[in-house]
């Protein structure tokens, strides 16, 4: 398994940090939910019809409009999508899980930032 960190993020509060290099395509962490609810729960990844609650990794992952790793939610799996460098943040674009939900202002820096991203809430 992949060394992961939670530290601070220039994205937003507290983000998770690789502390290794990351191949692309590479499948380099399976989410461990510690709780799934058929509603909406606040601070929490939706997915689906579901919520899951994984306070290790998943519910720190911020949002990226050039996101590095994609969230398979069919193998609850993260997924480098490119090369991720050591120390690199890990994130994902929240628009491609988080359909129908609400805009949210985009601080990711990306020069490819939409301006927003979706959330459900």
Request: with cysteine; net charge neutral; proline share 1%.
């Amino acid at each position: 398994m992949t060394s992961l960190k939670k530290a601070e993020s220039k994205i937003h509060g507290q983000g998770i940090f690789t502390e290794e290099r990351i191949a692309k395509g590479r499948e380099f962490y399976q989410i461990q939910p510690n709780k799934k609810y058929n509603h909406q729960v606040k601070g929490c990844a939706f997915i689906g019809d579901n919520t899951w609650i994984e306070d290790k990794v998943l519910n720190f992952v911020n949002h990226s409009c050039d996101a590095n790793t994609l969230f398979d939610t069919s193998k609850l799996a993260l997924i480098a999508l490119r090369e991720i460098q050591k120390g690199e943040e890990i994130t994902v674009d929240y628009n491609l899980t988080e359909t129908g939900g609400n805009r949210v202002d985009c601080n990711c820096g990306s020069q490819k930032c939409r301006g927003y991203f979706l959330r459900i809430e």
